[in-house]
């Protein structure tokens, strides 16, 4: 455990089952437990919203667009991770791209716990200390 590679694989690991979950979030739909929630999925699904030169969405839609983009970043970085992890790149490369990760995760992580609730708290704090250490141990190679 005071390997590097062991805390950036456990970063892409979080990474994974992150989009994993997030997605698996996406495709389930949300049914409303009353009267409230109910006019709000129905605001929410079909009251269209003019944003300019045609474009007519609704909040779903919008937030649908959030969700596949938070999706992309998490497959995308954890795909990234481990392709320089498995082609032994440069520690002072691999060292650089973590610090960008650690960067944008802090941010996620930050937004996260502001904004949302428990689980993307707690998913997005484990890949930003994954990350951390991971960090803190290629300082020491």
Same mark, same amino acid.
């Given at each position: #455990?005071? %390997?590097?590679?062991?805390? !950036?694989?456990?970063? $892409? ?19 409303? *437990? ?9 605001? #929410?699904? *079909?009251?269209?919203?003019? =944003? ?11 937030? !649908?667009? /959030?969700?596949?983009? /938070?999706?992309?970043? =998490? /497959?995308?970085?954890?795909?990234? %991770? +481990?392709? !320089?992890? &498995? @082609?032994? $790149? ?19 992580? @930050? ?5 949302? +609730? ?5 998913? @997005?704090?484990? $890949?930003? =200390?994954?990350? #951390?250490?991971?960090? #803190?141990?290629?300082? &020491?190679?």
């Amino acid at each position: #455990m005071r %390997n590097y590679s062991f805390w !950036l694989k456990a970063a $892409i690991i979080s990474q994974c089952m992150t989009g994993i979950f997030h997605v698996l979030g996406i495709v389930s739909s949300s049914k409303p *437990n009353n009267e409230t929630e109910k006019t709000l999925l129905d605001l #929410m699904q *079909n009251y269209k919203f003019d =944003l300019g030169s045609g474009f007519l969405h609704s909040m779903d839609d919008v937030m !649908l667009a /959030f969700s596949i983009s /938070f999706a992309l970043l =998490l /497959f995308f970085s954890a795909a990234l %991770n +481990f392709y !320089l992890l &498995k @082609t032994n $790149i440069a520690p002072n490369i691999l060292r650089g791209v973590i610090v960008i990760n650690l960067l944008t995760y802090i941010l996620c992580f @930050t937004t996260m716990a502001l904004l949302t +609730f428990l689980p993307p708290i707690v998913c @997005t704090g484990l $890949i930003s =200390l994954f990350l #951390m250490i991971a960090l #803190m141990q290629i300082r &020491k190679v």
